[in-house]
Each structure stands twice: as C-alpha cells, then as structure tokens.
C-alpha cells in the first residue's frame, strides 16, 4: 500500500476550515472570494453530504463533511486542498510501468485486501483527470478499483450523484487519451479504466478511515481566536464583496495557475510529444476583445490564475492572454463594465496573445498617463488628449455655462 508523506507546511496561505477536519481551503485562490464575479459553486455541488455552502464572500464547512476529498477534485483552482492529496508523488517520466497497472482504492477497502503498491485515496472520487494523465504520460495504466461499495457510503453514489465518484475523471482522461492516440501506431494506448472486484458489504466500515499519517495537530484556541478576527472570505479592511471597483482582491503573488490544468497540460504535451504532435485545440481556450476595450483592466485585476496580463512598454499598452493558465471560469467577461470580452471553452491556440492594443498618453490637464485605442491615434482630436476623468470636468463645465450663459461660441 502506498501511504503518502504529508509535506511540512502546505503551498501558498491555506487555514483549515474546520478544525476537528483536515480540509485546506486559500482564500486567494478561490473564486466566488475573491471576486462578486467569481460565480463558482464547484465544491458545493460535489460534495456528496451537503457539507460545504458558499455565499458572499464567505465559504463554511458543517459537521457533516466525511473527509472524502470530492470538492477537491471538482474545484478548479485547487483552493481545497487535503495535506495528503497534496503530498501524493508525481510519476516519472520515461520510467518502464506499462506493467502491472497502478491500481487506486478507497481508504476503506481492509489493508489485507490491498495489493503491493496500491494508491489509497480517502475516496476514489478524490481522483483528478490531471492525475490520471500523468501516470499515463509516464507510461503507466491505471485501474480504479471498483469494490461495490459506493451505493449506501456516505461519500458515494446517491440519488443527487448517483454516478461512480472517480467517473467524471476517468471519462475526462480517457477521452484526453483516445484524442492523442494515432490509429496508425500498433501500441496499444493506455487506459484509465473502472474494473469491478466486489467484497462483501459487511467489510465496508461505516466511516472513512483517517489518514495513515496524521495531518499536524490544529490548536483550536489558535484557530479560533484567527476565525473571529478573519473568517474564511472575510477580511477586516474589505468586507464589501471583492473585486467590486476593480482593483485586485489579492496581491499578485497570491495569484497563481490553476495546479491542476498545469498538471493536465504538461501530461498532454509529454503524451502528444512522444507521438510528434500537438496538445488538441479543445484543451485551449479562446477569448476575443473587441473594440469596445477601454484598458480598464478589471479583468486583468480579477483573472485568478494570471492567465491576463499588461503588456506595457510606455508608449503602448495592451491585453496579453495564456490560454494555458486559462481556466475559463468567465470572470473577466462578467467583470468588464464594456462587454468587451467574448470567451469559447475551447478551440484556441496554446500560444499567449495580444488581445487589444492601446497608445498611451499624458493629459493635457492633469498629467496622468491614460489609454486610447491605437485606432484613434493617428492625428488625436484635441478633447483626446484628456483623461476621462478631466474630460468628464470638462463636459461637466460646459454643460453648467451652457445653462447659465446659453451656447458657446
């Protein structure tokens, strides 16, 4: 059995969201916190016992989450996270494991019941398609163990999810698989595959196991106390909705790509590479900003994972986009007051690109640097020169002599 090494101390700022439970959660990386734009319910709508709610700025955890790692899975920036997910190895690349299958089970299943070299999960439903291409891209199957247990299991099938918890994964990575494969090549391609091997339902334990290597000890008065100064999605300075006046939410450095597309991506490009292709179209997202683009840059400040940048050289300034650092949660096409952003889940391009393209220049009034799209600026009228701020002054005072002295010659 393969029992993982939890690390010291978890990446980027994470704080338990319970204390009697080990998940992780970072405020920074999770959308509906860090942004009123950021409509994500992912985690909520995973969890198989309606443990996790997500409101305004404030994400909670009831008694009644089992551990399970589901919402894990299902969050798209990782900002749940378990310690032991967190410190499962990556594969090799290159190394000889077409033989056996790594097989993958529930903490449940009784360790005499497991063969050597098993990965045990909390619940297979922890699996992400990311995982499973990796092992893959190493050269290696994966067999996800099915014990018959799922139906009844708190973390299992039900009427609201009544699917296998590692499906969703396995079709995901499967598909991914079959997309890179080349018919022509007589290798059989590796699988990711649910093999059915039941046991007798009075071995299942009623409750998941915990984790064979305890998480660190929390201190409940420590938790506590940081839970009434700063509760989850909530900060003293800023407890308006984030993100609403478009500044960011969270520093930069508090902004990342998403681990888990960086992990799918790098498997797909070891996958397509060995083959002499390319990373699918489908994989990448496309987004388009018309000429309506005014360089606010409130998608820039609200884009989770950096995927939208500046690119500033003095003289010009413009949108630059990473469709691989893309997750397509739509939060900069909701967050931009013009409409000016058109985003397509799919069929874009893996390198980054220019969006919109603005010349910037000094107002004439007040001195500041601002932006005017690069269209208008072959011969600039003169009321271009002024920033919107002073051109707006400027409308106001015409508009007030207009009324008291009549037109203006």
Not at 211 to 231: I, Q
Not at 361 to 388: E, H, I, K, M, Y
Request: hydrophobic fraction near 40%.
């Amino acid at each position: 059995m393969t029992t993982p090494h939890l690390p010291a101390h978890a990446t980027h700022a994470t704080q338990p969201l319970r204390p009697d439970r080990p998940l992780r959660h970072e405020e920074g990386a999770c959308l509906p916190l860090r942004s009123r734009h950021g409509q994500c319910r992912a985690c909520a709508d995973a969890c198989p016992t309606g443990a996790l709610s997500v409101a305004v700025g404030a994400v909670a955890l009831s008694e009644a989450c089992v551990g399970c790692g589901r919402c894990t899975a299902a969050c798209p920036t990782q900002a749940l996270s378990l310690p032991e997910l967190l410190a499962l190895p990556e594969p090799v690349p290159g190394d000889d494991m077409r033989t056996p299958p790594l097989r993958v089970e529930c903490r449940k299943v009784p360790a005499e019941r497991l063969e050597a070299g098993t990965l045990v999960l909390p619940c297979t439903g922890a699996l992400t398609a990311g995982r499973l291409l990796a092992q893959a891209a190493a050269g290696r199957a994966v067999q996800v163990v099915d014990r018959g247990w799922c139906v009844g299991c708190e973390a299992g099938c039900s009427e609201r999810q009544p699917a296998h918890p590692a499906a969703a994964a396995l079709d995901s990575a499967q598909a991914w698989l079959d997309a890179l494969q080349d018919p022509a090549d007589p290798v059989a391609p590796l699988a990711v595959s649910l093999v059915h091997e039941p046991l007798p339902l009075h071995l299942r334990p009623q409750a998941i196991p915990p984790a064979p290597v305890a998480a660190p000890p929390v201190d409940r008065r420590r938790f506590f106390r940081a839970a009434l100064e700063k509760p989850a999605g909530r900060d003293r300075a800023n407890p308006s909705p984030m993100g609403s006046d478009g500044r960011p939410a969270y520093p930069a450095d508090e902004r990342h790509p998403s681990p888990e597309r960086a992990r799918q991506h790098a498997a797909l490009q070891r996958l397509a590479g060995a083959d002499g292709g390319v990373v699918p179209a489908e994989f990448y997202p496309r987004l388009h900003a018309d000429a309506s683009c005014c360089d606010r840059r409130m998608c820039v400040a609200l884009c989770p994972t950096a995927a939208l940048t500046v690119a500033e050289d003095g003289a010009t300034a413009g949108l630059r986009f990473d469709p691989v650092a893309c997750i397509a949660c739509g939060t900069c096409v909701r967050a931009c007051p013009e409409g000016s952003l058109a985003l397509t889940a799919h069929g874009g391009a893996a390198e980054p690109q220019a969006l919109a393209t603005h010349q910037r220049l000094r107002c004439a009034d007040c001195g500041d640097a601002f932006s005017v799209a690069a269209a208008s600026t072959d011969s600039p009228p003169p009321q271009s020169r002024l920033c919107p701020a002073c051109s707006k002054s400027r409308r106001f005072i015409d508009d007030a002599r207009r009324q008291l002295f009549g037109a203006l010659n």
